[in-house]
């Protein structure tokens, strides 16, 4: 087994399922890069809050210096959330001019910061990846990453806050209001104490500016974004003969592009008449493929963790390509190391 | 840019429209590996046959040896159909022999052979990609791929075959039985001539045999699948108060597989109840993921053709890769040339 050394920016409910995954990863899948990570350390604001995972033996600090400047520590992966984004980009930010590698989840601090993030970890070549940001267990991010340069992609559109989504369908089947909708949420840790970036969308914005970002190479303006709230939909009795649901919309004609995120009536044969409760569905127009759509889980540490994971193991897999690469020259050429970097 | 050869290998639809978007996929993305295609041969039956394309400029021939024997071909680009599947093993694996890269569509020739023709690539140190023999424009093998690496799959199931979904679509919008129905996707280019495989499940089967065998890495025996044939539901009156899908499972227990292929009566709360005409679903459930699912066009020789094309250009990038780290090193090291192989 290789060790892989890693540290957490921030350990929320996010973070500990990553901690678990990483834990128990040596028994999913077939491993073929035979991998075992080591966690050497885990940035929180408050080190005496109580764990649900076992960190005993684990380095925890409020000085995000001691990961930065810790050398065997090559990836790092950062569950911040979005309540501290200024301090979450100045962390990442050092981390990757140390080299090191980035898983992100916090799509808040990225989104307004996407271009420079992107091009930093360029820089230094080093590898970046941020799945979890948008969409939760949908692979998002890789697909359009791999669509947008091989195909045009003319149009988005979708779910892609499962918060607000759980609230309408809890709504929809019971005879209950928003508000009411908002506490069963909270209780079920589907929403945060403030759920109003998701109902009034700028959660879904975040997501938008990153996607139109990665899949049009569109970067939109954060401050131009003006989601439409679904405070207007309160009244559980508005439900009562249609469905409603908050939808974003991103379309390119030319190199003109036009969005909405707010409120949206759907009909029965519409597939988003069935995207319900914590679910995300992100359709796809592009010039060779069509309409396609991509459908998951949307919210929970357990989804987005797992995204989270993958994108850790993509940047193992890379890696790994690089060391068989050197391997394989150094036997031919018999010499003992060489450096090599592919970008 | 540079250039890369390829040669086809079957003709019909699905290959000219490749050929459409090799010649114009300089125009297409960011096209940053800066490749131009160059077809140096095509593989047919009936040389003589019109072509809605312009291939004059191009050897067509009858004898694949000339593909296999011409060193400038680097990639095979098979579009044979279902017709001669025996024909096309041959075929592919002279190809795969004789170190040339292979983009594979045909579904039955492949299914029957498909641990043979992946093991035959992977030794020959050739990249084999097959896209295109599954669910037409959705990346669902790269992604089954990806994840069978790193998480585990229990469930899979959906609809893989479009003109069957095709033809219940249009007995339900219209009031037409399912002969009439099938004579209308004849006339569309949807379903071939004869449709008894896609009515029968057999070519369900096939695409289920792949997925199992990529997603769950359980290789099935085609003979044992038994599908059940659509063909009791060939009477519009049917349809007046249900909706009838034709649908694959497939579930693993420990290492038991179960799996059923046929008529499946749907309700309206179900996210499969507006997956109509020729479009595909497939929903994977995961040990890390939970329900995810996958949807877009399965039939027609545009999606298809767009699955291939993103295959080939991820060969590219393979080898593109490749050749950066080769140079990276000869410059690094003072050397004309070194050859470097991953796998």
Chains 1, 2 share one sequence.
């Not at 810790?70 to 980009?89: S, Y």
């Not at 679904?230 to 649901?245: G, L, P």
């Not at 897999?317 to 592919?342: D, G, P, Q, R």
Request: with cysteine; charged share 25%.
């Amino acid at each position: 087994m290789k060790k892989v050394g890693v540290a957490f920016i921030g350990f929320g409910t996010v973070g500990e399922e990553v901690f678990k995954l990483l834990k128990e990863s040596h028994l999913l899948g077939d491993n073929k890069f035979e991998i075992e990570f080591e966690v050497h350390a885990i940035f929180v604001r408050d080190i005496n809050k109580k764990r649900i995972v076992d960190v005993s033996d684990i380095h925890i600090t409020s000085n995000y210096l001691d990961i930065i400047n810790n050398p065997d520590i090559q990836i790092c992966i950062e569950c911040m959330g979005g309540a501290a984004a200024n301090k979450m980009v100045e962390i990442v930010e050092a981390a990757i001019k140390k080299g090191k590698h980035i898983v992100m989840s916090s799509k808040k601090g990225f989104a307004h910061n996407m271009s420079y993030i992107i091009d930093l970890a360029s820089y230094y070549n080093v590898q970046l990846r941020f799945e979890a940001t948008v969409g939760g267990a949908i692979p998002i991010c890789r697909t359009l990453m791999s669509m947008s340069s091989t195909d045009d992609i003319s149009r988005m559109y979708g779910v892609i806050n499962a918060t607000t989504n759980y609230v309408l369908s809890l709504m929809e089947k019971g005879d209950i209001d928003m508000d009411k909708a908002i506490d069963i949420a909270k209780k079920k840790g589907i929403t945060e104490n403030d759920s109003s970036e998701d109902i009034d969308g700028w959660d879904a914005a975040y997501k938008m500016k990153i996607l139109t970002g990665i899949g049009m190479k569109v970067d939109i303006n954060c401050s131009e974004i003006n989601p439409v709230s679904m405070n207007t939909y309160k009244n559980e009795k508005m439900f009562k003969n249609t469905i409603i649901r908050q939808i974003f919309y991103v379309e390119r004609n030319d190199n003109k592009i036009s969005y909405y995120i707010g409120p949206v009536e759907l009909e029965k044969t519409n597939m988003m008449y069935n995207v319900r409760d914590n679910y995300n569905i992100v359709f796809v127009d592009s010039r060779s493929s069509g309409t396609r759509a991509y459908y998951g889980k949307g919210a929970g540490g357990k989804e987005t963790a797992s995204a989270m994971h993958e994108d850790l193991l993509d940047i193992i897999k890379h890696n790994y390509w690089l060391e068989l690469s050197e391997k394989a020259i150094c036997e031919k050429l018999n010499v003992n190391k060489i450096n090599l970097v592919l970008s």
